[in-house]
């Protein structure tokens, strides 16, 4: 490895697999709001992913959170209901919630202290606040933080069926 990470410092093999399952599961996440976003533009599926493709999480999310509030406040919730529309929003609110924890493995570089923890620092370029440098993860958390982003998947995937699919043809219900 480089030359940050001594052979003690190197996460161990469940740590490392703990960190690529959390990592890949955000990237599920980021597909699913992206998904859920165009859904909510009224946009068939193909074209609304090409126009969302590249955007990042924290910014579908406020479009999807837009969105919500056209749908609620031009539509008066005729397209998807007042119901759905806070279904809706609770999904994107769990999503939320998990990016914060997730954006430590994002922004952050880690060391093994134990078998049991990891610590993350921050080696942006500007100076870090002393609450943000460092993070310290148990291995409880990171398969609990785990879970939160699979759970947060799920909500989102039932969240986008409550939204009628739009085809290149006409609008067709799927809910």
């Known amino acids: 490895m ?3 990470h001594t052979p003690y410092s190197t996460p161990t093999d469940e740590q490392a697999a703990l960190v ?7 990237a599920i996440t980021e ?3 992206r998904h859920l976003a165009s859904r ?3 946009m068939p599926d193909m074209p609304g992913r090409s126009i969302t493709e590249g ?3 924290h910014a579908t999310i406020e479009r999807i959170e837009w969105l ?8 008066g919730d005729q397209v998807i209901g007042a119901e759905r529309r806070v279904a809706i929003a609770d999904a994107v609110q769990l999503a939320k919630s998990v990016r914060g924890e997730r954006n430590t493995f994002a922004h952050h570089i880690s060391f093994r202290t134990s078998d049991d923890q990891l610590d993350f620092f921050s080696l942006g370029g500007k100076q870090p606040a002393p609450s943000s440098y460092e993070k310290v993860l148990q291995l409880h958390e990171l398969k609990n933080l785990r ?4 759970s947060a998947n799920d909500a989102l995937e039932t969240a986008t069926g409550l939204i009628p699919e739009w085809t290149e043809r006409k609008s067709e219900a799927s809910a």
């Not at 399952?21 to 955000?26: D, E, P, Q």
């Not at 879970?147 to 699979?150: F, L, Q």
């Open 40 to 42: 909510l533009a009224m």
């Open 20 to 26: 690529g399952h959390i990592v890949m599961a955000w």
């Open 2 to 4: 480089s030359g940050f």
């Open 68 to 75: 919500l509030h056209l749908h609620a406040h031009h539509y």
């Open 31 to 33: 597909f699913n709001l």
């Open 55 to 57: 955007m990042t999480g």
């Open 147 to 150: 879970r939160k982003i699979v």
